[in-house]
């Protein structure tokens, strides 16, 4: 079974709004990543957050950790048409020395006009 | 973009025949790796390597290998196609492991027929 787990598998929202999605995970990690992927294209990475953090920003990016419950979310404020794309979380598993690069399912996200 | 390429780009092969994808980085980045991606699956990690001639399982290796023969070079395997392994296939490189973000390739298209 797979390390990390997006939810939702969709999300469709207007343009404006905000688009938040989750992530959870099964064991212990030193950071976790969410990437961007549009159709058709190899993933692109969006943000990394440390264990020892809880929050980070980027942009109109916002980032969640929650080591105690195993759960991150990433939060996209005042959606654009261009945000339309598949969302990816990365949870490297510490006990293998954070070497894998392990993701889940993935939240495709549609923005509409 | 990070230099990473992936070839061919496409492939179409049938079913019982050797396939080789190629991965090549100009980066100088320790760590490179192989995934599949299939509809409902997201991204599975097949096999990854850590240095030359240093490499490891992934959570769907079974019927694939690969070999590193020097830092620029990872190279995928399959040695008898089966329907099974059509998907689409990205490379990704990253210089400290899941540690540090990655930078993927366009990604190879694989069909057996």
């Known amino acids: 079974s797979q390390q990390g787990e997006e939810d939702p598998q969709a999300l469709s929202i207007q343009e404006g709004e905000n688009a938040t999605m989750n992530c959870s995970y099964k064991?212990?990690?030193?950071?976790l990543q969410w990437y961007r992927q549009n159709s058709g294209r190899g993933l692109v990475h969006l943000i990394l957050i440390r264990s020892n953090e809880r929050e980070k920003h980027s942009g109109r990016l916002r980032v969640t950790l929650d080591t105690s419950k195993k759960s991150s979310s990433l939060l996209i404020t005042a959606s654009r048409a261009a945000d339309t794309a598949s969302y990816f979380c990365a949870t490297p598993p510490l006990i293998q020395g954070a070497q894998k690069l392990v993701f889940g399912q993935g939240t495709r996200l549609t923005i509409n006009p | 973009d990070a230099g990473i390429t992936q070839s061919p780009r496409h492939k179409v092969t049938e079913t019982g025949t050797p396939v080789t994808l190629r991965c090549h980085q100009t980066e100088n980045h320790r760590y490179m790796y192989w995934y599949r991606q299939d509809p409902g699956h997201g991204l599975r990690l097949i096999h990854y390597s850590y240095g030359v001639k240093d490499t490891d399982k992934g959570e769907v290796s079974d019927g694939y290998s690969v070999s590193r023969s020097k830092t620029e070079d990872f190279l995928l395997t399959l040695e008898s196609a089966t329907s099974s392994q059509t998907s689409v296939y990205f490379c990704a490189i990253s210089d400290m492991g899941g540690d540090t973000e990655a930078f993927f390739g366009q990604g190879t298209r694989l069909t057996v027929v």
């Open positions: 064991t212990s990690i030193n950071n």
